[in-house]
């Protein structure tokens, strides 16, 4: 399953997300996770008068019923993107939380240099606190997205991020066998 922190129409990080089947090994199945974006802004209030929306447990049940999760999303002010941020808070508050013991690949384009990177390490350390288990390397930091993919289709066009991201699924698909109890 895979999870996009952006909603922009011409999203990189959407592009890189839309290209993670066809980079994926043999035997492994990405699609995209339920949209994220209809969800309230997280309050305790809310949760206590009226619940969890509905919205928001069916992608928490969706990543729960999922063997692994990639997360692909832009950086925003040095951190993570604050939908995708409520979204996980909001699935951190099911009985059954999503993310505990749930295998997590993380990427990130982003139009600078760094390319996403503090973003992924605020998102390592949440996710931890609700105790996914992150997938180490490759990491994938896609900096500078604007030369990575076609400026008309936006198809991931450039070589060696296609070969760290497939050498990233490759790696992935092994840790979630181990996990799972089936390597
Ligand atoms: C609110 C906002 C904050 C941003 N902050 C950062 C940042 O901290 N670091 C960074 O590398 N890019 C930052 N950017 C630029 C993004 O890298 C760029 O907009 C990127 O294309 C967003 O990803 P997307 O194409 O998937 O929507 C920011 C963009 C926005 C809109």
């Given at each position: 399953m895979v999870v996009c922190g952006s909603l922009r129409k011409k999203s990189y990080n959407a592009a890189l997300a839309r290209a993670l089947p066809a980079l994926a090994p043999d035997g492994m199945?990405?699609?995209?996770?339920?949209?994220?974006?209809?969800?309230?802004?997280?309050?305790n209030d809310l949760e206590d008068s009226a619940g969890i929306p509905a919205?928001?447990?069916?992608?928490g049940d969706a990543i729960r019923s999922a063997?692994?999760?990639?997360?692909?999303?832009?950086e925003y002010n040095w951190s993570i993107p604050g939908g995708l941020k409520n979204a996980i808070d909001w699935a951190s508050r099911m009985k059954e939380v999503p993310f505990k013991g749930k295998p997590v690949a993380l990427q990130s384009c982003a139009r600078g240099p760094l390319g996403g990177a503090r973003m992924q390490y605020h998102l390592r350390q949440s996710l931890t606190s609700i105790e996914?288990?992150?997938?180490?390397?490759?990491?994938?930091?896609v900096s500078f997205s604007?030369?990575?993919?076609?400026?008309?289709?936006?198809d991931l066009?450039?070589?060696?991020?296609?070969?760290i991201v497939k050498?990233?699924?490759?790696?992935?698909?092994?840790?979630?066998?181990?996990?799972n109890g089936k390597a």
């Amino acid at each position: 399953m895979v999870v996009c922190g952006s909603l922009r129409k011409k999203s990189y990080n959407a592009a890189l997300a839309r290209a993670l089947p066809a980079l994926a090994p043999d035997g492994m199945a990405i699609k995209p996770a339920p949209a994220w974006d209809k969800f309230p802004v997280y309050n305790n209030d809310l949760e206590d008068s009226a619940g969890i929306p509905a919205e928001a447990v069916a992608w928490g049940d969706a990543i729960r019923s999922a063997d692994g999760v990639v997360i692909v999303s832009p950086e925003y002010n040095w951190s993570i993107p604050g939908g995708l941020k409520n979204a996980i808070d909001w699935a951190s508050r099911m009985k059954e939380v999503p993310f505990k013991g749930k295998p997590v690949a993380l990427q990130s384009c982003a139009r600078g240099p760094l390319g996403g990177a503090r973003m992924q390490y605020h998102l390592r350390q949440s996710l931890t606190s609700i105790e996914a288990f992150l997938f180490g390397r490759p990491e994938i930091f896609v900096s500078f997205s604007a030369n990575k993919f076609d400026a008309n289709t936006l198809d991931l066009t450039d070589q060696p991020t296609i070969d760290i991201v497939k050498q990233q699924l490759a790696g992935f698909e092994k840790f979630i066998r181990r996990l799972n109890g089936k390597a």
